[in-house]
């Protein structure tokens, strides 16, 4: 079945610095990329949607300045946390929407970051 | 605005006992639903997949029931086990995103 590699799965930085997490479709075309955050003992929110190629849109309430979204590719999305501060440990994951012999979505399989 | 709630919000039972899980939600226009399984700290796990035109799946123990004209479903697991304690999401996709529930966090007592 399709499959949806993101990386890292833990990461814990220092507050002020940037953290990239990356999300690769191994063996489809992610031609969309949706970014979610849950915080803890939350459902997971929307952040984002990108598409390959274009600018991502992002949902009511994110910043797209501190949370950077690149797709360039059809198998490569990241995700960056700029200037990281403690409140946005989080549990990030996301989920690619390609063609999988039909249309299909595919979860990755999360990251937890931690802000100290 | 697609809204999805999932009650009840957290569940203990004992060993054994089957057991329903809610989802309802606001707009009935979806293309399917899906049920997910999350372990603490850990991605997401498919169980059950849903289109508007089904009105349940079935895999193993589980059971999921859809009613897209009252905006509702429902998960069933049979004779549960304490493998079984997990958080249980449910989800909607509308045009082309998917929209999550609240969850409901389940406790299976050996």
């Known amino acids: 079945g399709a499959v949806v590699s993101q990386h890292p799965s833990r990461v814990i930085c220092k507050s002020g610095t940037s953290v990239k997490i990356e999300c690769r479709s191994l063996d489809f075309q992610a031609t969309t990329m949706f970014w979610y955050r849950q915080f803890p003992k939350q459902s997971l929110m929307l952040m984002a949607t990108?598409?390959?190629?274009?600018?991502?849109?992002?949902e009511q309430g994110v910043e797209k300045d501190k949370f950077l979204i690149n797709h360039a590719s059809l198998t490569l999305s990241t995700l960056t946390v700029t200037s990281a501060h403690p409140e946005d440990s989080s549990f990030y994951i996301c989920?690619?929407?390609?063609?999988?012999?039909?249309?299909?979505?595919?979860f990755g399989s999360g990251t937890r970051l931690t802000v100290v | 605005k697609q809204e999805v709630t999932q009650i009840p919000a957290a569940l203990s039972v004992p060993e054994g006992e089957n057991l329903v899980l809610n989802c309802s939600f606001t707009d009935s226009a979806i293309y399917n639903l899906q049920w997910f399984r999350q372990d603490p700290g850990k991605g997401l796990t498919s169980l059950l997949l849903i289109q508007s035109s089904q009105r349940e799946q079935t895999s193993g123990r589980l059971n999921a029931s859809l009613d897209k004209s009252s905006g509702r479903s429902t998960l069933y697991i049979a004779a549960s086990q304490p493998g079984d304690s997990a958080t249980y999401l449910c989800?909607?996709?509308?045009?082309?995103?998917?929209?999550f529930g609240t969850g409901t966090r389940l406790k299976v007592l050996a």
């Open positions: 989920s690619a929407r390609g063609w999988q012999g039909h249309y299909g979505y595919t």
């Open positions: 990108s598409n390959e190629g274009s600018k991502a849109t992002y």
């Open positions: 989800a909607v996709q509308g045009t082309y995103k998917y929209i």
